[in-house]
T-cell receptor, first 115, second 112 residues
């Protein structure tokens, strides 16, 4: 197994365009998380899935953002009508919850630049 | 409200010496703590974790200490190696609220 993968690694778009990112978690992991990281900050939680169910969404996730995990495997994060403030690194993580602890393993991230 | 704080933005340590990175938290509900290492243009890499029922956890050159009464944890790296140069994030979660809350990171530079 090669870990969490994300595609694309980089995305440059113009303001107002829609973008979609994909995350493939570690195969046996049942949880999948999305985080956003801006310069000089730690990652900030956006949303997470347990299998295909989206269980929590941060108030950071405006109605322009939508995430899906249709078959409990890969996930997509879509941003509609992008704004310059959406420029950030978007990180995906996955985990397998055992014994009450939840160690999350991160992918390489997708760097979004909105011009 | 910054619930997880890393007050040292940067730290330089001589190769072979001990590196100590610190982290403070304010949320008493946190019961699981993790350290991640991050290189530029990559995602965070998990290093080591500790549950609140312990006060110490070791994995090779890495040891994490937890002081619950002080709401403080630290990561010790010994001996420090040039490949340890990276940004280190501490993160915390509480059972039932699985999202991780991260600190702002400490950039560690190992001087050969």
């Amino acid at each position: 197994d090669t870990g969490v993968s994300q595609d694309p690694r980089h995305k440059i778009t113009k303001r107002g365009q829609n973008v979609t990112f994909r995350c493939d978690p570690i195969s046996e992991h049942n949880r999948l998380y999305w985080y956003r990281q801006t310069l000089g900050q730690g990652p900030e939680f956006l949303t997470y899935f347990q299998n295909e169910a989206q269980l929590e969404k941060s108030r950071l996730l405006s109605d322009r953002f939508s995430a899906e995990r249709p078959k409990g495997s890969f996930s997509t994060l879509e941003i509609q009508r992008t704004e310059q403030g959406d420029s950030a690194m978007y990180l995906c993580a996955s985990s397998l919850v055992t014994g009450g602890t939840d160690t999350q393993y991160f992918g390489p991230g997708t760097r979004l630049t909105v011009l | 409200d910054q619930q997880v704080k890393q007050n040292s933005p940067s730290l330089s340590v001589q190769e072979g010496r001990i590196s100590i990175l610190n982290c403070d938290y304010t949320n008493s509900m946190f019961d699981y703590f993790l350290w991640y290492k991050k290189y530029p243009a990559e995602g965070p890499t998990f290093l080591i974790s500790i549950s609140s029922i312990k006060d110490k956890n070791e994995d090779g050159r890495f040891t994490v200490f937890l002081n619950k009464s002080a709401k403080h944890l630290s990561l010790h790296i010994v001996p420090s190696q040039p490949g340890d140069s990276a940004v280190y994030f501490c993160a915390a979660s509480d059972f039932g609220n699985e999202k991780l809350t991260f600190g702002t990171g400490t950039r560690l530079t190992i001087i050969p």
